[in-house]
């Protein structure tokens, strides 16, 4: 309640011409795509909006439900596990460097399957002729577990 009202009494300080720019601004920013709180905010920063502007334009934004961090996690990760590009580990770091939590739906994700159709995509009929450590390679830093990584190379390997 108090953060309400220190949010409120800031918020004050600024004229309605300020305050209008601030959420003009945030809206061409969202205009692009859907920003989590913590993207918006730095996005703000970066054009040296005030603090207590921010947090002005950030309460109403999610008081308008422009700004819902918890949908946006839920579809950022349904979009990045239906890509199949990724292993777990990147997609969770994904999502953390857009400010989001992780959804427990993350444990339904078959990081196999995707690490086989993204290696088959990349390397496919000359799969053979590639060495395992640069398969291996590849599929580390694309965020797949040690694990997925043996399983795909005793796959393909014979060694």
């Known amino acids: 309640m108090s953060n309400n009202l220190v949010c409120e009494s ?16 945030a809206y061409r920013f969202l205009a692009q795509r ?28 999610i008081y308008y439900d422009y700004i819902n961090d918890e949908r946006l996690s839920h579809q950022v990760l349904r ?20 400010g989001l939590d992780v959804p427990l739906d993350i444990n339904s994700y078959d990081e196999l399957s995707a690490g086989f159709r993204v290696t088959e995509k990349k390397y496919g009929a000359t799969l053979g002729k590639i060495s395992k450590l640069k398969v291996m390679n590849f599929l580390k830093n694309r965020g797949f577990s040690m694990s997925t990584i043996s399983q795909i190379c005793r796959e393909f390997y014979s060694d």
Request: glycine letters at 2%; zero cysteines.
């Open 10 to 25: 800031s918020s004050t300080m600024f004229s309605e011409e300020e305050k209008h720019k601030a959420l003009e601004q």
């Open 34 to 61: 859907f920003l989590s709180a913590f993207e918006l905010r730095q996005k703000m920063k970066r054009k040296q909006i005030d603090n207590d502007l921010i947090d002005y334009v950030e309460e109403r934004l």
């Open 79 to 98: 979009y990045l596990m239906e890509e199949q590009k990724y292993g777990t580990f990147m997609i969770k770091q994904k999502m953390k460097l857009r």
